[in-house]
């Protein structure tokens, strides 16, 4: 029992990771109905930028985060407004291929200033265990948990609670009519951009805080599509749920089954979800598929 309890707790560490890269995709789909393929790679150049606060300057974790969060903004903001507005009104595969472009440039960028060795983030949290009942966790594994939980409300409140949150979702339902309502669409999509980015800020700094800064870790943004897909691409908390359900059964999965599986668990799940609910679990009918 105390192994199954150990794998369970270390999938939803894993899972927070996938969750918060989801929220991302299902953000930007939200808002503009279209897939952001650089999400992965989003994630990978933030958490290099963190690592350079970090070792470079020696900043400490309010520092690290404040300057993180807003570099993270700030690139959103830059990506929407040079890659994306430019391509406003273009076929959604043209939109979409530049995402895979953009992906492309941005490794090729941070190998080009960092190259291909793994980096040891510094250990800003600290390293002793911290034991939860039968489970020991280390400080980042709590603070990648508490993050998603506290994303997850942030996000709720803001589409809730808020007006301009209101606004997104009335955009995301029909662009044509929030535009007749004098709508600043282009404001929705920018602010959506900057959102997703720093989603992916949250998860590159999870990443970099439990393991290290490398440029594979931008492969976790393809293993966590899974997610954004079970959760359904128009449901950001939907995709956050994806991400753990993910984490678990990937770790089940490996712990019972083999490290094979474990690779594909994931997308052998979706498979069976989609058969079942084409729109994922919490996804919406009308979804336009790309």
């Known amino acids: 029992m105390e192994y199954f309890v150990n794998l369970v707790a270390s999938g939803l560490v894993a899972g927070s990771v996938y969750a918060m890269i989801a929220m991302g995709f299902a953000m930007i789909y939200r808002a503009t ?23 470079t300057f020696g900043a400490n974790l309010p520092v690290l985060l404040a300057g993180v969060f807003v570099a993270a903004i700030l690139l959103g903001l830059l990506i929407e407004r040079v890659f994306i507005r430019p391509m406003m009104g273009e076929p959604m595969f043209s939109r979409v291929m530049v995402t895979i472009a953009l992906a492309v440039v941005i490794r090729g960028v941070t190998i080009l200033i960092w190259g291909q060795e793994p980096y040891a983030m510094p250990r800003l949290l600290g390293t002793e265990l911290i034991r939860i009942g039968p489970v020991s966790f280390y400080p980042a594994q709590v603070w990648t948990l508490v993050m998603v939980a506290v994303l997850c409300v942030v996000t709720w409140v803001f589409f809730n609670r808020t007006r301009f949150g209101v606004v997104m979702r009335a955009t995301a339902n029909s662009e044509s009519t929030a535009l007749l309502m004098g709508v600043n669409v282009r404001l929705v999509s920018a602010v959506a951009w900057a959102v997703s980015a720093c989603f992916a800020a949250a998860a590159g700094l999870a990443f970099a805080f439990m393991f290290s800064v490398e440029p594979d870790m931008s492969s976790m943004g393809l293993r966590a599509f899974p997610a954004a897909i079970l959760g359904g691409l128009d449901s950001v908390l939907g995709g956050a749920l994806g991400g753990l359900v993910i984490g678990v059964v990937e770790n089940l999965a490996g712990g019972y089954l083999g490290r094979g599986l474990k690779e594909i668990a994931g997308f052998l799940l979706i498979v069976v979800v989609l058969m079942v609910r084409p729109y994922g679990l919490f996804g919406q009918r009308h979804i336009e598929r790309v």
């Open 33 to 55: 109905g279209m897939l952001n393929f650089a999400q992965g790679e989003l994630m990978m150049l933030v958490a290099y930028i963190a690592f350079g606060l970090a070792s």
